[in-house]
């Protein structure tokens, strides 16, 4: 398989991942997921992991019922699949969430999805950060909205 499509795929593999979570179509995660993909999930002080691409679709379906909003995301191919770091707002709650999802991919799906999540930020936590750690770089962030 040539680099540029590995980028290819990787790249529509990020773009469905990002989009469907946006849409708040987490059920149709488990296209894009091969039928013994494996999620490893690791919000604050907790981690547990599901396996098969229903499970998994089923537990994004949940995750924002009321929406996400995508407000800043990039993201690096890897020699099987891609790091994505990604941050936004729980649209139904306020809530802000900054994530970072390693994506292994085969056959140009998902097979194995490891995220990393803040957990909510509500507005007081976020004034909170900017008072008692300003960040140093001018790397944007969603808590700016």
């Not at 179509?25 to 488990?30: D, I, K, N, T, W």
């Not at 993909?37 to 949940?62: C, H, K, S, T």
């Not at 995220?115 to 962030?141: F, H, K, N």
């Amino acid at each position: 398989m040539s680099t540029q499509t590995l980028t290819d795929t990787t790249k529509a593999a990020v773009e469905t991942f990002i989009a469907l979570q946006e849409s708040n179509r987490g059920s149709e995660l488990a296209e894009i997921l091969t039928d013994d993909a494996v999620l490893d999930l690791n919000p604050p002080q907790w981690r547990f992991q599901l396996q098969g691409a229903l499970p998994i679709a089923e537990a994004f379906a949940q995750s924002f019922p009321g929406g996400y909003r995508t407000v800043g995301c990039q993201w690096e191919p890897t020699p099987s699949g891609a790091v994505v770091e990604y941050d936004g707002w729980d649209t139904a709650n306020d809530r802000y969430y900054r994530h970072l999802a390693v994506l292994r991919l085969a056959g140009g799906r998902i097979s194995r999805l490891t995220l990393y999540c803040t957990g909510p930020w509500d507005q007081a936590a976020i004034d909170r950060q900017r008072a008692d750690a300003p960040m140093v770089d001018s790397e944007p962030t969603g808590a700016t909205r």
